[in-house]
T-cell receptor, first 113, second 108 residues
Framework: GAGVSQTPSNKVTEKGKYVELRCDPISGHTALYWYRQSLGQGPEFLIY????????DSGLPNDRFFAVRPEGSVSTLKIQRTERGDSAVYLC???????????FGQGTRLTVV | EDQVTQSPEALRLQEGESSSLNCSYT??????LFWYRQDPGKGPEFLFTLYSAGEEKEKERLKATLTKKESFLHITAPKPEDSATYLCAVQGSNQFYFGTGTSLTVIP
């Protein structure tokens, strides 16, 4: 597709459950970012991939969060033992290379009940 | 520490009333300053990239400028469809640092 695609667009899960959020970046973009956005706030950095490797995962809040990008394209953000505080919009972005503008998907709204 | 501060938090303008949004930043080695527009329930939409002090970019009613410490997004004769949250971001070594945005409302 022409833009960054994220699925699902909405996810409601029970506290303690495991969730996976998917990001399909723009074709040819080597850099991929995950961000989290709470209401009224700017996006907060989680993790950055350059190709298949996580170049910077310093924004992941704790070890319940993990992300992969096995073939250098699609990425999955995985959250174990979800907590109500994990509720937010999770945004994925991709860019052609490290120092160029990033293009965002529409986000996945995660609600933990 | 890399940091971005945007002001004002919210701005209400009459249609046609020009104004400016501010983004002040501290970053060790600016690799780029980016402006995005975000509509409710949507992801940020890319507007501009600025790389060096003195640079300017324009798109329709929007013009972005950059100095060594801040950037301005000038809106000329805004229309109601310009209502959105405008986000500023600077690029550090591995990530984009975002401000909290300016929520712009243009009243017909």
């Amino acid at each position: 597709g022409a833009g960054v695609s994220q699925t699902p667009s909405n996810k409601v899960t029970e506290k303690g459950k495991y969730v996976e959020l998917r990001c399909d970046p723009i074709s040819g973009h080597t850099a991929l970012y995950w961000y989290r956005q709470s209401l009224g706030q700017g996006p907060e950095f989680l993790i950055y991939f350059q190709g298949t490797g996580a170049a910077d995962d310093s924004g992941l809040p704790n070890d319940r969060f993990f992300a992969v990008r096995p073939e250098g394209s699609v990425s999955t953000l995985k959250i174990q033992r979800t907590e109500r505080g994990d509720s937010a919009v999770y945004l994925c972005a991709s860019s052609f290379s490290r120092n160029t503008e990033a293009f965002f998907g529409q986000g996945t709204r995660l609600t933990v009940v | 520490e890399d940091q971005v501060t945007q002001s004002p938090e919210a701005l209400r303008l009459q249609e046609g009333e020009s104004s400016s949004l501010n983004c002040s930043y501290t970053v060790s080695g600016l690799r780029g300053l980016f402006w995005y527009r975000q509509d409710p329930g949507k992801g940020p939409e890319f507007l501009f990239t600025l790389y060096s002090a003195g640079e300017e970019k324009e798109k329709e009613r929007l013009k972005a400028t950059l100095t060594k410490k801040e950037s301005f997004l000038h809106i000329t004769a805004p229309k109601p469809e310009d209502s959105a949250t405008y986000l500023c971001a600077v690029q550090g070594s591995n990530q984009f640092y975002f401000g909290t945005g300016t929520s712009l409302t243009v009243i017909p």
